[in-house]
């Protein structure tokens, strides 16, 4: 892998990562086609071999047959010692796939419903995923409920997503954060990047989510592409997606990009997108559609 590393706590990773949320085929979140067990597993195996060592998943990715931390399990354990791998809860979705939010009582069993996906007996890091409900309101009594599991053992390191400066401010004065988990890509907002500048001033990885996606979101990539990222694909003899990768991880040393794919060519462009490296010039091209 020709990308360099960062931290995430105490713990070090390659920049690339990787997202499960399209191991299970799309159909959990309404759009797509259901992925195959097979190909999912040779996907997940591939990445390590390639390097990445940081993994994204949630309980709550499942579809009617596949389960993203199930096949991680599968495919990974016994684990290699440098995997690390991220989980997030306060989401949740019952067995007919319908969403909940937790309580701060019922965090400890998203904790340990994750540990026994997983087959691990501690989660590396765990990220208070922030309901839409909640944006801007305060994170204290969730937080506080998950640094007690952190003291208790359970989990290494604690997250937030889909957080705002003062959510993340509220969480650091309760436990450390060690990484921002939010959406983040080419045309990203002037408050976006001030968050993502502001976790490097920190010292606290961001995690950007839809950086391939963008606007597509759960839907995923559009086919319809911007005609300065084409352009500037172009030039390198990349793809689209490359390209919105290597922008994004040029935003700060402290960014860890978790691509998400179920699809084994896709899995090694996005990991060689880790050695393109974009001019001064194409940064400031890409530079798209800046809103406050
Ligand atoms: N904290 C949160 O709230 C939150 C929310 C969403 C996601 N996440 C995490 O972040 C990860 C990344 O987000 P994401 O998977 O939604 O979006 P993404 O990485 O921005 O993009 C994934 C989409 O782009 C396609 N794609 C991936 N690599 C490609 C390539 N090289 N060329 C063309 N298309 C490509 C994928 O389809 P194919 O499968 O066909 O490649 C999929 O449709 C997720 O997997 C998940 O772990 C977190």
Redesign the pocket.
């Known amino acids: 892998m020709s990308t360099s590393t960062a931290e995430l706590g105490d713990l070090t990773v390659n920049r690339i990562g990787f997202?499960?949320?399209?191991l299970t085929g799309n159909v959990a979140f309404g759009a797509g086609v259901p992925a195959d067990r097979d190909r999912s597993i040779t996907v997940l195996r591939r990445a390590v071999e390639l390097g990445v060592d940081h993994i994204?998943?949630a309980a709550f990715y499942f579809s009617p047959r596949l389960s993203a931390n199930e096949l991680i399990n599968r495919a990974l354990s016994p684990y290699p010692d440098d995997l690390v791998i991220a989980t997030?809860v306060w989401p949740a979705r019952d067995p007919s796939g319908a969403w909940w939010w937790a309580t701060p009582e019922q965090l400890r069993g998203q904790v340990e419903e994750n540990l026994r996906q997983l087959g691990r007996d501690h989660l590396d890091v765990v990220?208070l995923?922030i309901p839409p409900s909640r944006r801007g309101g305060s994170i204290a009594e969730h937080f506080g409920a998950l640094a007690g599991l952190r003291d208790a053992g359970l989990i290494r390191h604690l997250g937030v997503?889909?957080a705002t400066a003062e959510q993340l401010a509220e969480a650091r004065a309760i436990a450390p954060v060690v990484c921002v988990?939010n959406p983040f890509g080419i045309g990203a907002t002037a408050g976006e990047r001030e968050l993502l500048h502001r976790c490097g001033e920190l010292g606290i990885a961001f995690v950007p989510?839809?950086?391939?996606?963008g606007a597509g979101r759960?839907a995923?990539?559009t086919s319809e592409e911007h005609p300065e990222v084409l352009a500037v694909a172009r030039a390198h003899g990349a793809?689209a997606?490359q390209v919105r990768l290597a922008w994004t991880l040029q935003q700060g040393d402290h960014v860890l990009a978790?691509?998400?794919?179920?699809?084994p060519r896709?899995l090694e462009?996005?990991v060689a997108a880790g050695g393109l490296r974009l001019s001064g010039d194409e940064m400031a091209r890409l530079n798209l559609g800046i809103s406050p």
């Open positions: 997202g499960a949320m399209r994204d998943t997030k990220n995923r997503s889909n988990q989510f839809f950086a391939i996606a759960e995923g990539a793809s997606a978790i691509p998400g794919t179920g699809n896709h462009e996005n």
